[in-house]
């Protein structure tokens, strides 16, 4: 596709519960990142992948976050026991390298946690 | 850590003009960046500076002070679809060469007709 692309959507789960989220970066592009955003709150960094260099995992808030990213492409975080105030919209963005700021980001995954 | 403040809510009247401020602390400063985001949307990139100055990019301008740690976004004209919160952002080098942005929680603008 043209642009980043984000799944789900939507995801209602149970307190508890793991998610997944699924991020494909536009072709090319290969810095990856994921934020997330709050009802009403700014972008909060959560991981940034650069081709094959470590990962930044300096904004997971906790171990129960996770994130990897498969062929220097499609990338899925992970949620485990997910809680209440993980509900938030996950925000995936890519560009075509780490001296760029310029952030192509797709329409997020709004994840409620009941 | 990073530290990012601009205003939360600004109104202003269509036609005129509004300067969006923002000031940051950070270390390994690396360039600022400004993005507008509507409701429900994805955000969007609208400019970005690295050297002191002015940038301008149609009824857009930002500006950069390195040693103030201090930006601006100009909005010229104002329509209403202009209506959406603006983001600051700093990108930082972290990690060595790692690079990353930082977004302040942004300022919601209000154009009134």
């Known amino acids: 596709g043209a642009g980043v692309s984000q799944s789900p959507s939507n995801k209602v789960t149970e307190k508890g519960k793991d998610v997944e989220l699924r991020c494909d970066p536009i072709?090319?592009?290969?810095?990856l990142y994921w934020y997330r955003q709050s009802l009403g709150q700014g972008l909060e960094f959560l991981i940034y992948?650069?081709?094959?260099?470590?990962?930044?995992k300096s904004g997971l808030p906790s171990d129960r976050f996770s994130a990897e990213r498969t062929g220097g492409s499609v990338s899925t975080l992970t949620i485990q026991r997910t809680q209440q105030e993980d509900s938030a919209v996950y925000l995936c963005?890519?560009?075509?390298?780490?001296?760029?700021?310029?952030?192509?980001f797709g329409e997020g995954s709004r994840l409620t946690v009941l | 850590g990073q530290n990012i403040d601009q205003p939360t809510e600004m109104t202003a009247t269509e036609g005129a003009i509004v300067q969006i401020n923002c000031t940051y602390q950070t270390s390994g400063f690396n360039g600022l960046f400004w993005y507008q985001q509507h409701a429900g949307e994805a955000p969007t990139f609208l400019s970005y500076?690295?050297?002191?100055g002015l940038e301008e990019k149609g009824r857009f301008s930002s500006f950069l002070s390195r040693s103030k740690g201090y930006s601006y976004l100009l909005l010229k004209e104002l329509q209403m679809k202009d209506s959406a919160s603006y983001l600051c952002?700093?990108?930082?080098?972290?990690?060595?060469?790692?690079?990353?942005?930082?977004f302040g929680s942004g300022t919601q603008l209000t154009v009134l007709p």
């Open positions: 963005a890519s560009s075509l390298g780490s001296w760029t700021g310029e952030l192509f």
């Open positions: 992948f650069q081709g094959n260099s470590a990962p930044d």
């Open positions: 500076n690295v050297l002191d």
């Open positions: 952002a700093v990108r930082v080098i972290s990690s060595g060469s790692a690079r990353q942005l930082t």
């Open positions: 072709s090319g592009h290969t810095a």
